[in-house]
């Protein structure tokens, strides 16, 4: 059995037992037992709405320290699309990626270059896909991967298959650095990805093991942010010149992944709500005419992720005044049209992850839960409050036919139970 690795956990001290992650937790993965929360790793699809919306910051995402970095290596800083919405006054790109060097990484290598890049291969894609098999949904996002594999196992077919920018990122940097320094060897190059998300952190935790992964470290944007802030000198000319353009940088919101591909046929939905809303519809046939489908669980895109620092709608803002100095895009590939996309564009990994839950292995015993947990349900109030540890009536009734919770914890259950015997007592 293949054991996910996840970045997202609980700080336990912290946690103070109220229901606010239990209600906002899309897949249900949380309960709450003996006043404290924990988090079913089999469930948790390491989006971060649990860490967004704790009051008491007992969630929290792991990734690498910069400070645990081997600076005897080669370090090569992979900045998301993302970061570059993070800083104001921030009118040239290159003012960033100078920053990142002086801070002390040997190379920067663009993740919105790579951007471009994956968004040739996907237009290349789309052309000669078969039209059944449309709408293909984005694989970016690695929430939405993980997500589609565990509750929508009927559109895993649809996920496109095409190498993400972080990964496409990664390979090309490492050959670009011992291309242009042959002293260095292989094991002699590390690369630094800069995520504004921890579900990013996970994807490069559980790279298959017969899979090879270009990324050495991750660190969170805002561990880097201050470091990288101060080391910005505006009136100073960079020596760094940005490789991207508007379509690599639009990456970092919503819309533009899809916008970029030249194709009015496509849905862009961001926040991890909308996002199951939208594959919903999907499974049920909803949408006959689209194309693409550009899915962020992130409110926003990934400038709304959890390991961001400025607010997602000012980080928009700030890229749309970021993109004004910047041509269309700096990385075509061929103008021929018949163009075949390398064997190593297509090397992605979209719904390897085991699927959610099941009751049982056994099917018959799998039949009977189901109906012990419909019987459970009949004696609940129905109010899905949360009181109970459980998110749902639903989630209740079946946690107690698996024997992890009793049906006295309702507390509505017993309050009316209890109410009934006072009552019967007086007469």
């Not at 002390?104 to 059944?132: C, M, N, Q, W």
């Not at 999907?282 to 709304?304: D, K, M, R, S, Y």
């Not at 895009?329 to 992605?348: K, V």
Request: aromatic share 6%; charged share 25%.
């Amino acid at each position: 059995m293949i054991v996910y690795r996840h970045s997202v956990s609980l700080d336990a001290d912290k946690c103070k037992g109220c229901t606010t992650c239990l209600r906002r937790c899309p897949t249900q993965a949380i309960r709450v037992r003996d006043g404290k929360a924990c988090i079913n790793p089999s469930l948790c699809i390491d989006c971060g709405e649990c860490i967004r919306n704790c009051p008491h910051k007992a969630k929290k995402a792991s990734f690498d320290s910069l400070d645990t970095l081997n600076h005897d290596k080669f370090l090569i800083a992979l900045p998301a699309p993302s970061l570059f919405g993070q800083f104001a006054n921030l009118d040239e790109a290159d003012y960033l990626l100078q920053g990142l060097m002086d801070l002390g990484f040997d190379d920067v290598y663009e993740v919105a270059k790579a951007a471009e890049i994956v968004t040739e291969y996907t237009r290349r894609f789309l052309r000669r896909s078969d039209e059944k098999m449309r709408p293909f949904i984005s694989t970016a996002c690695p929430v939405v991967v993980r997500l589609v594999s565990m509750r929508f196992p009927s559109l895993r077919s649809k996920l496109l298959p095409i190498t993400p920018p972080i990964e496409v990122a990664g390979k090309l940097a490492k050959e670009r650095a011992l291309r242009e320094h042959p002293e260095l060897t292989e094991d002699d190059v590390r690369t630094v990805f800069i995520s504004p998300c921890p579900a990013k952190v996970s994807w490069v935790k559980n790279t298959p093991a017969d899979k090879k992964c270009y990324i050495d470290y991750v660190v969170s944007m805002s561990d880097i942010y201050f470091r990288v802030l101060s080391k910005m000198h505006r009136d100073e000319v960079p020596q760094m010149e940005t490789e991207s353009g508007v379509v690599g940088i639009s990456w970092a919101s919503s819309g533009g992944e899809a916008s970029a591909l030249m194709n009015d046929k496509y849905l862009a939905a961001d926040g991890i709500e909308n996002v199951i809303r939208v594959l919903d519809d999907i499974e049920t046939g909803h949408f006959p005419g689209l194309e693409f489908v550009e899915l962020n669980a992130c409110p926003g895109g990934c400038v709304g992720g959890v390991m961001a620092v400025e607010n997602p709608f000012i980080a928009r803002v700030r890229l749309q005044t970021l993109r004004r100095y910047l041509p269309v895009m700096r990385n075509y590939l061929t103008d021929d049209p018949n163009a075949e996309i390398p064997e190593a564009m297509l090397a992605t990994r979209p719904g390897e992850y085991s699927s959610a839950e099941i009751l049982n292995p056994d099917r018959a015993t799998s039949f009977r839960m189901m109906m012990q947990i419909a019987q459970v349900k009949q004696k609940l109030p129905g109010m899905d409050c949360g009181s109970c540890g459980a998110p749902t009536c639903d989630a209740f009734a079946e946690d107690v036919v698996k024997g992890e919770a009793k049906l006295t914890d309702c507390v509505i259950r017993m309050r009316d139970i209890l109410k009934r015997s006072e009552q019967e007592e007086s007469k």
